[in-house]
């Protein structure tokens, strides 16, 4: 029976209309009509193949570097001796450079930790050459001179950049350079690498 006839109002002369009695009817026709579904149909209705409301995916950023800011807000590092080559590292080698110009050696002395043409940690990169005559790569730790630090401040803020570095923060200023040399020279080697870019007084390659 159609819900439209159990609810029509009666004609005249016909009585009052049984809302009770309409009701019953109601819910034996619907009741009918569900025992013919089978379960496999009920599950479909119930629970349809795609969400109303499908959630958006997440933009794909790329994280951001540290800012210079954050970065000397952070507490004084500390570190095993990986941390600790790092940080001597940039301090006698690019503490004169701007902060992209840290960042950009500490990417080439991170992108040859992970390269299989180098050595396999920071110290073993670092002191690669040491004591050899023209073999140095990076050369404070060949230059006669002894590591003295001037310059404390300075020393606590590449300690900051070096954990940060060693913590994972991304690598987006040198193109993946493996090498970079001072605008003052013109090492030979140069001539055979891809430059990537150049920030402050220093190039970079790979």
């Known amino acids: 029976m159609a819900l ?15 809302a009770a009695g309409a009701f019953a009817v109601l819910v034996a026709t619907e009741r009918s009509v569900l025992t013919s579904v089978t379960p496999g149909r009920l599950t479909r209705i119930a629970a349809p193949s795609r969400p109303l409301f499908p959630r958006r995916k997440a933009a794909e950023t790329t994280p951001a570097m540290p800012s210079e800011v954050w970065i000397s807000k952070q507490p004084t590092a500390t570190g095993g001796p990986q941390w600790q080559c790092l940080t001597e590292a940039l301090y006698f080698e690019a503490r004169g ?5 840290v960042i950009g050696v500490a990417e080439v002395i ?7 043409a180098f050595p396999d940690t920071v110290c073993a990169v670092v002191n690669e050459g040491t004591g050899q ?5 990076f050369s404070y ?21 070096a954990r940060a570095m060693l913590d994972g923060a991304p690598r987006q200023v040198t193109g993946g350079a493996t090498y970079f040399h001072t ?15 150049r920030i402050g007084d220093h190039k970079f390659y790979r």
């Open 4 to 18: 439209s006839a159990c609810l029509a109002a009666p004609a005249a002369g016909e009585g009052t209309f049984d």
């Open 97 to 101: 450079e701007s902060f992209e110009g």
């Open 110 to 116: 991170l992108n040859r930790v992970e390269s299989q």
């Open 133 to 137: 005559r023209h073999r140095c790569q």
């Open 141 to 161: 730790t060949c230059d006669g001179r002894p590591e003295y630090v001037a310059e404390p401040r300075t020393y606590d803020l590449m300690g900051k950049i």
């Open 183 to 197: 605008v003052r020279v013109n090492p030979v080697w140069a001539a055979r690498l891809d430059h990537t870019t």
